[in-house]
């Protein structure tokens, strides 16, 4: 496979549930991204991994856990959410350092918190 | 103020009409520019990069203008498949901090 690549694809999970999202990239970056897209919404960035150390956490709730154990791979571990968590989640990839250097997205997960 | 401010729309044109957005940004050291084209309920998608002396890819012309702080994309003679969220998206560093737009919204109509 190439490019970014997430799973699920969709999930629907209740408020006591406890779910990972799973990212993969193929492309040799060494930064990582989740971002959240609510409906009508732009894109909320949630966390930055470069060269697998966390280096930015946009000020989201400890419900949702990120874990990058190497480079090419991210997870996002939920627990307890909320209703209004229901949203796109966007994973992404870049080479951190790389001349002009744009943001790979895999194709999301539509997450419905019941 | 926004680190990157977009029109929202929407933007109604007809097929075969030429259309343009416009993009500011607020910091001046802002280093790379893009535009991503978003469809319904589908992940952004890279357009094109934005460079210094303007790029062209087929209909798409973008260009950046570094002392007013904006960029701009143009697309010619639109197709419904044109239909779409288009996102203006800032790199402040060559790094790791992008900053979108909120989008925007244009509909090609037949």
């Known amino acids: 496979e190439t490019g970014v690549t997430q799973t699920p694809r969709h999930l629907v999970m209740g408020m006591t549930n406890k779910k990972s999202l799973k990212c993969e990239q193929h492309?040799?970056?060494?930064?990582m991204y989740w971002y959240k897209q609510s409906a009508k919404k732009p894109l909320e960035l949630m966390f930055v991994?470069?060269?697998?150390?966390?280096?930015e956490n946009n000020s989201v709730p400890s419900r949702f856990s990120p874990e990058c154990p190497n480079s090419s791979h991210l997870f996002l571990h939920l627990h307890t959410l909320q209703p209004e968590d229901s949203a796109l989640y966007l994973c992404?990839?870049?080479?951190?350092?790389?001349?002009?250097?744009?943001?790979?997205f895999g194709n999301g997960t539509r997450l419905t918190v019941t | 103020r926004k680190e990157v401010e977009q029109d929202p729309g929407p933007f109604n044109v007809p097929e075969g009409a030429t259309v343009a957005f416009n993009c500011t940004y607020s910091?001046?050291?802002?280093?790379?520019f893009f535009w991503y084209r978003q469809d319904c309920r589908k992940e952004p998608k890279l357009l094109m990069s934005?460079?210094?002396s303007g790029n062209e890819d087929g209909r798409f012309t973008a260009q950046l203008n570094r002392a007013s702080q904006y960029i701009s994309l143009l697309i010619r003679d639109s197709k419904l498949s044109d239909s779409a969220t288009y996102l203006c998206?800032?790199?402040?560093?060559?790094?790791?901090?992008?900053?979108f737009g909120t989008g925007t919204s244009l509909t090609v109509i037949p």
């Open positions: 998206v800032v790199n402040k560093n060559t790094g790791n901090q992008f900053y």
């Open positions: 910091n001046s050291a802002s280093q790379s």
């Open positions: 991994y470069s060269l697998e150390e966390r280096v």
């Open positions: 992404a990839s870049s080479q951190d350092g790389g001349d002009n250097s744009p943001l790979h």
């Open positions: 492309l040799g970056h060494n930064a």
């Open positions: 934005v460079y210094s």
